[in-house]
């Protein structure tokens, strides 16, 4: 999987090299490039943003930047444009993906490259949309600061790309950067090869739709607390009988949301 990143802080993604997605990298499983936004600036301050048209406080991020960084991203002609709804089934909602795009085409071949920008006006990204991030062959990341990014560059986008809009949660951040590292810690680990035991990811929080049972390790007491019976007894079937109450009661008090959304899918 190659993955590009765009942004104003390239120095913000070094520690992605001491992660486990460092080895993948080294190990090839990974191609990941990041570019700073400002190298495709051409004055002498580097300027990547402007006053916003109609006036409002802040700044908007400039569309050349953008464009001229993409087009060296994704080859000059551009994937293949597939010319298609702009709409795709989110993850979380079923907004569609390039909502910001007036009624810009969009590249939906599958073949062609995912752009995201994270944006608080995104779909919400999941676990699902991680499982799907996995599976891509080439995503690249378009991170927004300032007040975002001017809108014809999605706009453009969606002609030569697929282009997503994902936002990490409903709060407020500062830029896309935080929302990319997330999003890449959480689709890198799913990538076949990345995490050392692919079993471990299977009774997680959020795989299967349940939050993940409680764990415990030596000592088998501590400060009073004593490790359940159960876990000690050795009897597997009924460790797992318990550790799946235990997801399921843990879902239904903690996120009655994904409880009601699992319950009816069991039936
Ligand atoms: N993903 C995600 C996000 C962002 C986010 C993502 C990209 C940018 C680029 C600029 N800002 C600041 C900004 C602030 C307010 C209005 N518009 C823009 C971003 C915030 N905020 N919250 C999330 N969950």
Known sequence: ?????????????DVLDISLLGKARANGIVDLRVHDLRDATHDRHRTVDDTPYGGGAGMVMRPEPWGETLDGILGA???????????????????????T???????????????????????????????????????????????????????????RARVELVSLGDYVLNGGEVAVMAMIEAFGRLIPGVVGNPDSLVEE???????????????????????????????????????????????????????????????
């Open 1 to 13: 999987m190659r993955v590009d990143i765009v942004t104003i802080f390239p120095q913000f993604f």
């Open 77 to 99: 002609g551009g994937a293949s444009v597939a010319l298609g709804d702009a709409s795709t089934p989110g993850d979380a909602s079923t907004d569609d993906l390039a909502s």
């Open 101 to 159: 795009a007036s009624d810009a085409p969009t590249a939906c071949d599958a073949s062609t490259p995912l752009i995201v920008f994270p944006s608080p006006a995104g779909n919400v990204f999941t676990q699902k949309t991680a499982r799907r991030y996995a599976q891509e062959e080439h995503i690249v990341f378009g991170c927004g600061r300032y007040e975002g990014i001017d809108q014809r560059v999605f706009d453009w986008a969606g002609t």
């Open 205 to 267: 929080s959020h795989e299967g739709g349940l939050l993940e049972y409680p764990s415990y390790t030596k000592p088998a007491q501590w400060r009073g607390y004593d490790v359940p019976d159960i876990l000690l007894s050795g009897h597997h079937a009924n460790i797992a009988k318990w550790r799946h109450e235990q997801q399921v009661e843990r879902t239904k008090r903690i996120r009655p949301d994904l409880y009601e959304a699992w319950a009816a899918a069991q039936d």
